[in-house]
């Protein structure tokens, strides 16, 4: 796919036939496989699938369009915790030093502590300052971080690893390949959990790892082979199907999220009202300039737990979920986790509701806190 298209059409067209033909649908159904016909004689054929654990042609319509989105060769994963293990994995070793956001997604953060004998582990915020990258072999962003919302500059950043010989990762969950582009602002490497928005029905657990180099690419194939991450058809099927209606799932909840934010911040019992494309947040610099587009997730801080259960109870609208990015808006109290997040901490992400009916749900369910 070209990119003289705009969102709407590249997300409609990705990963599927430039040409349509007569009698095939408009995105093939899923191929359910383990094994597959060999040649009797010839046995396996470079190109040919023969095993489902290496091969699958749903696979590889999903993953060329989401690579067409994010401007590299895709690598899909049963989940972006899987992404994000398979990236560490396969480029830390033994004395290698790997440079993680402090206050990114937490289980990143536990993995790279319990599961890299051998390997340091620095941790930054993700709105800096950063140390230098020198003898670090590997720099992990989250940017949007998740739940706090700040945002680094990952061309700087990009520019940095690159003269320091290290290698620059993003995670790119937040804001979506239509939100921004890593690879494109000098990124190495794109993870990502597709359970979020990029597919946003709620109706699956999906990841995938992006590069530009087809080294990196390869030795994360060969990865998922050997370790047996491989995602399910079905999975990869539904995620290619939701891709469609991307760019307009993602208005409806960057426009309803602006408007939340603005309502959240006039509310005198509401605190430290986060979303990187309001004018007054300290993230907003950066991301007026690197994002193209605003995600629909809002952080902002009530007195207390008390507080956060009488407002997730009077609502009629959001439901209390940990996951984020799908049609239904959901809240989710961070610290209930074990995240190190104040006791009336909310990630609020905003679903593709009207938003006047968002925006009086939320009024009205603040006003039910006023006795807490």
Same mark, same amino acid.
């Given at each position: 796919?070209?990119?003289?298209?705009?969102?709407?059409?590249?997300?409609?067209?990705?990963?599927?036939?430039?040409?349509?033909?007569?009698?095939?649908?408009?995105?093939?159904?899923?191929?359910?496989?383990?094994? +597959?016909?060999?040649?009797?004689?010839?046995?396996?054929?470079?190109?040919?699938?023969? +095993?489902?654990?290496?091969?699958?042609?749903?696979?590889?319509?999903? &993953?060329?369009?989401?690579?067409?989105?994010?401007?590299? &060769?895709?690598?899909?994963?049963?989940?972006?915790?899987?992404?994000?293990?398979?990236?560490?994995?396969?480029?830390?070793?033994?004395?290698?030093? %790997?440079?993680?956001?402090?206050?990114?997604?937490? %289980?990143?953060?536990?993995?790279?502590?319990?599961?890299?004998?051998?390997?340091?582990? &620095?941790?930054?915020?993700?709105?800096?300052?950063?140390?230098?990258?020198?003898?670090?072999?590997?720099?992990?962003?989250?940017?949007?971080?998740?739940?706090?919302?700040?945002?680094?500059?990952?061309?700087?950043?990009?520019?940095?690893?690159?003269?320091?010989?290290?290698?620059?990762?993003?995670?790119?969950?937040?804001?979506?390949?239509?939100?921004?582009?890593? %690879?494109?602002?000098?990124?190495?490497?794109?993870?990502?959990?597709?359970?979020?928005?990029?597919?946003?029905?709620?109706?699956?657990?999906?990841?995938?790892?992006?590069?530009?180099?087809?080294?990196?690419?390869?030795?994360?194939?060969?990865?998922?082979?050997?370790?047996?991450?491989?995602?399910?058809?079905?999975?990869?099927?539904?995620?290619?199907?939701?891709?469609?209606?991307?760019?307009?799932?993602?208005?409806?909840?960057?426009?309803?999220?602006?408007?939340?934010?603005?309502?959240?911040?006039?509310?005198?019992?509401?605190?430290?009202?986060?979303?990187?494309?309001?004018?007054?947040?300290?993230?907003? &610099?950066?991301?007026?300039?690197?994002?193209?587009?605003?995600?629909?997730?809002?952080?902002?801080?009530?007195?207390?737990?008390?507080?956060?259960?009488?407002?997730?109870?009077?609502?009629?609208?959001?439901?209390?979920?940990?996951?984020?990015?799908?049609?239904?808006?959901?809240?989710?109290?961070?610290?209930?986790?074990?995240?190190?997040?104040?006791?009336?901490?909310?990630?609020?992400?905003?679903?593709?509701?009207?938003?006047?009916?968002?925006?009086?749900?939320?009024?009205?369910?603040?006003?039910?806190?006023?006795?807490?």
């Amino acid at each position: 796919m070209t990119s003289q298209f705009g969102d709407s059409t590249r997300c409609v067209r990705a990963g599927r036939p430039d040409a349509a033909r007569p009698g095939e649908p408009f995105l093939a159904g899923p191929v359910f496989a383990a094994p +597959y016909h060999l040649d009797p004689v010839a046995g396996p054929q470079p190109g040919v699938d023969g +095993y489902g654990r290496t091969d699958n042609a749903t696979w590889r319509g999903l &993953e060329a369009a989401i690579g067409e989105l994010e401007g590299g &060769e895709c690598v899909a994963f049963p989940s972006g915790m899987a992404a994000v293990s398979a990236a560490l994995l396969t480029q830390l070793r033994p004395g290698d030093t %790997l440079v993680l956001p402090s206050d990114g997604y937490f %289980l990143a953060r536990a993995f790279a502590q319990e599961s890299l004998p051998g390997v340091k582990v &620095e941790f930054v915020p993700t709105a800096g300052p950063y140390p230098s990258f020198d003898g670090v072999r590997l720099v992990l962003l989250e940017t949007p971080a998740n739940p706090g919302l700040d945002v680094c500059d990952i061309a700087a950043l990009a520019d940095r690893a690159r003269r320091a010989g290290a290698l620059l990762a993003v995670d790119n969950t937040t804001a979506t390949p239509l939100g921004q582009r890593p %690879l494109e602002l000098g990124a190495d490497l794109v993870v990502a959990s597709a359970s979020k928005a990029l597919t946003g029905h709620s109706d699956l657990i999906l990841g995938y790892a992006c590069a530009t180099s087809p080294e990196l690419a390869a030795e994360l194939r060969t990865w998922r082979a050997r370790t047996g991450g491989v995602p399910g058809p079905f999975e990869a099927w539904l995620a290619h199907r939701s891709l469609g209606t991307l760019d307009l799932r993602l208005a409806r909840q960057s426009e309803n999220a602006a408007a939340v934010a603005e309502l959240l911040a006039a509310r005198p019992e509401v605190g430290s009202v986060r979303w990187p494309g309001r004018e007054y947040d300290p993230a907003y &610099e950066v991301a007026s300039r690197q994002m193209r587009r605003i995600p629909g997730v809002v952080t902002f801080t009530l007195p207390s737990k008390a507080h956060v259960d009488a407002f997730l109870t009077a609502s009629r609208l959001i439901a209390a979920a940990t996951s984020f990015g799908g049609l239904h808006t959901t809240a989710d109290r961070r610290a209930q986790w074990g995240d190190d997040a104040p006791e009336g901490l909310v990630r609020l992400s905003c679903g593709v509701e009207d938003t006047a009916d968002l925006l009086a749900d939320v009024a009205a369910a603040l006003d039910a806190t006023a006795t807490q």
